[in-house]
C-alpha cells in the first residue's frame, strides 16, 4: 500500500478510532535497561520486523565514542525503542488528564508513537559523523539530513513490506519526523498542533528524543544524570494547542539543556573522540570513490545497506585503492591517532561573527620553522556547545503556567531566572591536530601565531606540553 495521501485526514481518524481495542493491544513487549519493559503494539511491530528498522542494531548511538567510553556501545535500535515508549507515554499522559479537552484518539496515539519509533530511520554509519563530517566532503555542498532520509525509508519500507496502515497517518508520521528539521513539511492539519512537540519539537526542543539520549548516553559513560524527564512529563499540560510547563520544574528543564550541554563537552566531543572521528572520516573520503559511498544516500533501497560495519568492509578488501584507508583504520586499532596539539575558546564577543578555521588558515600562520606544514598534515575541529538555542537562553521559548488552575502562559525572562545561571549560552571551541607525531611542534606554534593574528591574543585551553612537543620533536 502506498504511503502519500491526498485525502481528507479527519476522516481517517474516525474510522481508525472505530477499530476494536483488541487490535491496538500489545502484541509483545520487550525489556529496555533504561525504562523496564517496554510493549510494542502490532503496528509497530511490522516496522521493526524488518530488515531496515533491524539494521539500527548495527549503528552506535554514540559512533565512535566507545573508544573513549567503553560502555558507551548502545545503539539506535535501543534509543527508538526507548523514543517510542517515551512519546506513548507523552501521550497517554496528556490523553488522561485533558483526553475530551483535545480530542485525543487512537489515531493520535498510534501515529505519535509511530514517529517516535522511526525518527531514526534514516541515520547513517556512525550517526552524525556520517552526515556532518563525510558527506559534506564528498557531495559538493549538497544538502542531506537523516531527518529527510528517515521520512524517505519509512515510505520504502511501507511499500517494501506491504505494511497495512492508513496513508493519513503515515502522512502525518513523516511531519512528525520532520518538524524540528531545517525544512519541516506542511501539517496535513491546522488542528492538534501539540502532537507535533513530542517527538521532535521544533518550537522550544523539549521532546522525548532528548529525554530519552540524555539519559541513555549518560548511563552508558556513566556519567551522573539529575535530569528527571518523568517529572515533565507527569505536570506538562497544553495550552492554546501548546505543550506546556509548570513554572516551578523551569530549573528541571534548565538541567535538561545544561546536561545535553556537558554531554557535548565530554562525551560527543571528546578531544580523543574527535580524532578519531577526524581518522575515520579521512579513511571513508579516501574510500568513497571504490566503494561509492555516496551514491546511495538517495536510494533507500541501497541506502539501508550501510551501517558501522563498512569499516569492516574497508579493513578486509584486498583491493590496493583502499590501502590508505586500511593503514588509518589500523592506526585507530593500535591507538596512534591524529595528535592533539591546542585547543582554543573563541572569546565571547566573537563567537556571534565566527568564522570556521580551517587547515589552510594553520598552515598560512606558520613562521620560519625546520618543516614545511602541508594542509593535508593539519586535521581541524571546529566545536559549537550551546543549550539547543544558539546564543540564547532555552527557557525564553518556553511557555509556562502557574498552576491547574489557571489557564494564562507566560515565558520566564532573564531576570526572573537564577543568578547563578550562564549569561552566555553558547561555546565556540577550535581544536588542532598533526596528522604526523613529527609535528606536532610546528602545527602548535603555528595555531598560536594564528591565535594572535586574529584574536589577538594566544590563551589556549589546553596547550601542548613541552615534555609532548620533545618527545615528538625527537620522532624526526
Same mark, same amino acid.
Given at each position: 500500500?502506498?504511503?502519500?495521501?491526498?485525502?481528507?485526514?479527519?476522516?481517517?481518524?474516525?474510522?481508525?478510532?472505530?477499530?476494536?481495542?483488541?487490535?491496538?493491544?500489545?502484541?509483545?513487549?520487550?525489556?529496555?535497561?533504561?525504562?523496564?519493559?517496554?510493549?510494542?503494539?502490532?503496528?509497530?511491530?511490522?516496522?521493526?520486523?524488518?530488515?531496515?528498522?533491524?539494521?539500527?542494531?548495527?549503528?552506535?548511538?554514540?559512533?565512535?565514542?566507545?573508544?573513549?567510553?567503553?560502555?558507551?556501545?548502545?545503539?539506535?535500535?535501543?534509543?527508538?525503542?526507548?523514543?517510542?515508549?517515551?512519546?506513548?507515554?507523552?501521550?497517554?499522559?496528556?490523553?488522561?488528564?485533558?483526553?475530551?479537552?483535545?480530542?485525543?484518539?487512537?489515531?493520535?496515539?498510534?501515529?505519535?508513537?509511530?514517529?517516535?519509533?522511526?525518527?531514526?530511520?534514516?541515520?547513517?554509519?556512525?550517526?552524525?559523523?556520517?552526515?556532518?563530517?563525510?558527506?559534506?566532503?564528498?557531495?559538493?555542498?549538497?544538502?542531506?539530513?537523516?531527518?529527510?532520509?528517515? +521520512?524517505?525509508?519509512? #515510505? *520504502?519500507?511501507?511499500?517494501?513490506? %506491504? $505494511?497495512?496502515?492508513?496513508?493519513?497517518?503515515? =502522512?502525518?508520521?513523516?511531519?512528525?519526523?520532520?518538524?524540528?528539521?531545517?525544512?519541516?513539511?506542511?501539517?496535513?492539519?491546522?488542528?492538534?498542533?501539540?502532537?507535533?512537540?513530542?517527538?521532535?519539537?521544533?518550537?522550544?526542543?523539549?521532546?522525548?528524543?532528548?529525554?530519552?539520549?540524555?539519559?541513555?548516553?549518560?548511563?552508558?559513560?556513566?556519567?551522573?544524570?539529575?535530569?528527571?524527564?518523568?517529572?515533565?512529563?507527569?505536570?506538562?499540560?497544553?495550552?492554546?494547542?501548546?505543550?506546556?510547563?509548570?513554572?516551578?520544574?523551569?530549573?528541571?528543564?534548565?538541567?535538561?539543556?545544561?546536561?545535553?550541554?556537558?554531554?557535548?563537552?565530554?562525551?560527543?566531543?571528546?578531544?580523543?573522540?574527535?580524532?578519531?572521528?577526524?581518522?575515520?572520516?579521512?579513511?571513508? +573520503?579516501?574510500?568513497? #570513490? *571504490?566503494?561509492?559511498?555516496?551514491? %546511495? $544516500?538517495?536510494?533507500?533501497?541501497?541506502?539501508? =545497506?550501510?551501517?558501522?560495519?563498512?569499516?569492516?568492509?574497508?579493513?578486509?578488501?584486498?583491493?590496493?585503492?583502499?590501502?590508505?584507508?586500511?593503514?588509518?583504520?589500523?592506526?585507530?586499532?593500535?591507538?596512534?591517532?591524529?595528535?592533539?596539539?591546542?585547543?582554543?575558546?573563541?572569546?565571547?564577543?566573537?563567537?556571534?561573527?565566527?568564522?570556521?578555521?580551517?587547515?589552510?588558515?594553520?598552515?598560512?600562520?606558520?613562521?620560519?620553522?625546520?618543516?614545511?606544514?602541508?594542509?593535508?598534515?593539519?586535521?581541524?575541529?571546529?566545536?559549537?556547545?550551546?543549550?539547543?538555542?544558539?546564543?540564547?537562553?532555552?527557557?525564553?521559548?518556553?511557555?509556562?503556567?502557574?498552576?491547574?488552575?489557571?489557564?494564562?502562559?507566560?515565558?520566564?525572562?532573564?531576570?526572573?531566572?537564577?543568578?547563578?545561571?550562564?549569561?552566555?549560552?553558547?561555546?565556540?571551541?577550535?581544536?588542532?591536530?598533526?596528522?604526523?607525531?613529527?609535528?606536532?611542534?610546528?602545527?602548535?606554534?603555528?595555531?598560536?601565531?594564528?591565535?594572535?593574528?586574529?584574536?589577538?591574543?594566544?590563551?589556549?585551553?589546553?596547550?601542548?606540553?613541552?615534555?609532548?612537543?620533545?618527545?615528538?620533536?625527537?620522532?624526526?
Amino acid at each position: 500500500m502506498g504511503a502519500c495521501c491526498n485525502g481528507d485526514v479527519s476522516s481517517l481518524t474516525h474510522s481508525y478510532d472505530a477499530v476494536s481495542a483488541r487490535d491496538l493491544r500489545p502484541s509483545k513487549h520487550v525489556h529496555d535497561n533504561l525504562h523496564g519493559n517496554i510493549y510494542l503494539d502490532n503496528l509497530s511491530l511490522k516496522f521493526l520486523d524488518t530488515e531496515q528498522f533491524q539494521r539500527l542494531r548495527d549503528l552506535k548511538q554514540l559512533g565512535l565514542a566507545n573508544m573513549v567510553y567503553p560502555g558507551a556501545v548502545h545503539s539506535r535500535f535501543e534509543h527508538s525503542l526507548g523514543v517510542y515508549w517515551l512519546a506513548g507515554q507523552s501521550i497517554e499522559m496528556l490523553k488522561r488528564f485533558q483526553g475530551l479537552e483535545l480530542g485525543i484518539d487512537r489515531f493520535d496515539i498510534q501515529t505519535v508513537k509511530l514517529a517516535g519509533l522511526m525518527h531514526d530511520i534514516g541515520h547513517g554509519p556512525f550517526s552524525h559523523l556520517f552526515e556532518r563530517e563525510f558527506l559534506p566532503q564528498v557531495t559538493n555542498g549538497s544538502h542531506w539530513s537523516h531527518e529527510q532520509m528517515s +521520512v524517505n525509508m519509512v #515510505d *520504502y519500507i511501507v511499500n517494501e513490506h %506491504h $505494511i497495512d496502515v492508513d496513508p493519513g497517518m503515515i =502522512k502525518r508520521v513523516k511531519e512528525m519526523i520532520l518538524a524540528s528539521s531545517e525544512f519541516p513539511l506542511p501539517r496535513s492539519s491546522t488542528e492538534k498542533g501539540f502532537l507535533y512537540d513530542i517527538v521532535a519539537n521544533g518550537r522550544n526542543g523539549i521532546d522525548v528524543d532528548k529525554f530519552d539520549y540524555i539519559a541513555r548516553d549518560c548511563r552508558a559513560c556513566g556519567l551522573g544524570c539529575n535530569f528527571e524527564f518523568q517529572r515533565l512529563l507527569e505536570t506538562m499540560r497544553v495550552l492554546d494547542d501548546e505543550i506546556c510547563y509548570r513554572a516551578k520544574e523551569y530549573l528541571s528543564i534548565h538541567k535538561l539543556f545544561a546536561t545535553r550541554a556537558d554531554l557535548y563537552r565530554t562525551v560527543y566531543t571528546h578531544p580523543k573522540v574527535k580524532a578519531i572521528e577526524l581518522m575515520v572520516v579521512d579513511a571513508l +573520503v579516501q574510500a568513497n #570513490d *571504490y566503494l561509492e559511498i555516496s551514491s %546511495h $544516500i538517495l536510494n533507500p533501497s541501497e541506502y539501508w =545497506k550501510l551501517d558501522d560495519t563498512i569499516i569492516k568492509t574497508i579493513e578486509t578488501a584486498p583491493s590496493q585503492e583502499l590501502k590508505e584507508s586500511r593503514e588509518l583504520i589500523q592506526r585507530i586499532r593500535r591507538r596512534n591517532l591524529y595528535q592533539f596539539c591546542n585547543e582554543y575558546a573563541v572569546p565571547k564577543g566573537m563567537v556571534e561573527n565566527f568564522k570556521k578555521v580551517t587547515a589552510q588558515d594553520i598552515v598560512c600562520s606558520q613562521k620560519s620553522s625546520g618543516v614545511t606544514l602541508r594542509e593535508e598534515d593539519v586535521a581541524v575541529s571546529n566545536v559549537k556547545i550551546d543549550l539547543t538555542r544558539g546564543k540564547h537562553n532555552p527557557l525564553e521559548s518556553i511557555n509556562f503556567f502557574k498552576d491547574y488552575d489557571s489557564d494564562e502562559k507566560f515565558t520566564i525572562s532573564n531576570d526572573q531566572v537564577s543568578h547563578l545561571l550562564p549569561t552566555s549560552y553558547q561555546d565556540m571551541i577550535v581544536r588542532v591536530y598533526s596528522k604526523k607525531p613529527e609535528l606536532v611542534e610546528a602545527i602548535s606554534d603555528a595555531f598560536e601565531n594564528f591565535q594572535l593574528k586574529t584574536y589577538g591574543i594566544k590563551a589556549q585551553v589546553h596547550s601542548t606540553p613541552e615534555k609532548k612537543k620533545r618527545r615528538y620533536s625527537a620522532c624526526i
